[in-house]
């Protein structure tokens, strides 16, 4: 049982940047894909971005790469997601996930383990 909690959301300017954070307990990157998803109200939940270790490997929606990053610290088992030049659109709850392995690591139904979400909110 992976246990996920997510912290670092809020209400921003356009333009700003934020960062997440996922505290993750009962996995490790080694042996677990983490990832962050994104909801809107009215809309499916998206794929983010994901990480995992041996090797370090990175995935990002496309529409997302150059603006956001995903990065992880092993010693304080956290997760983090770097969001910078915010837009209206990136208005949405923000969650962390859990799966086992390495594959599939952009479709939602394949993670186990869920957080409660972050609310990030973009003000123009």
């Known amino acids: 049982q992976v246990h996920l909690v997510e912290s670092g959301g809020g209400l921003v300017q356009f333009g700003d940047s934020l960062k997440l954070s996922c505290d993750y307990s009962?996995?490790?990157?080694?042996?677990?894909?983490l990832g962050w998803f994104r909801q809107a109200p009215g809309k499916e939940r998206q794929f983010v971005a994901a990480?995992?270790?041996?090797?370090?490997?990175?995935s990002y929606a496309d529409p997302l790469k150059g603006r956001f990053t995903v990065s992880g610290d092993n010693a304080k088992n956290t997760i983090y997601l770097q969001m910078t030049n915010l837009k209206a659109e990136d208005t949405a709850l923000y969650y962390c996930?859990?799966?086992?392995?390495?594959?599939?690591?952009?479709?939602?139904?394949?993670?186990?383990?869920w957080g409660q979400g972050t609310q990030v909110t973009v003000s123009s």
């Open positions: 996930a859990a799966k086992h392995g390495k594959s599939g690591v952009e479709y939602p139904t394949l993670y186990d383990f």
């Open positions: 990480i995992n270790e041996n090797p370090t490997t990175t």
């Open positions: 009962g996995g490790t990157l080694n042996s677990h894909t």
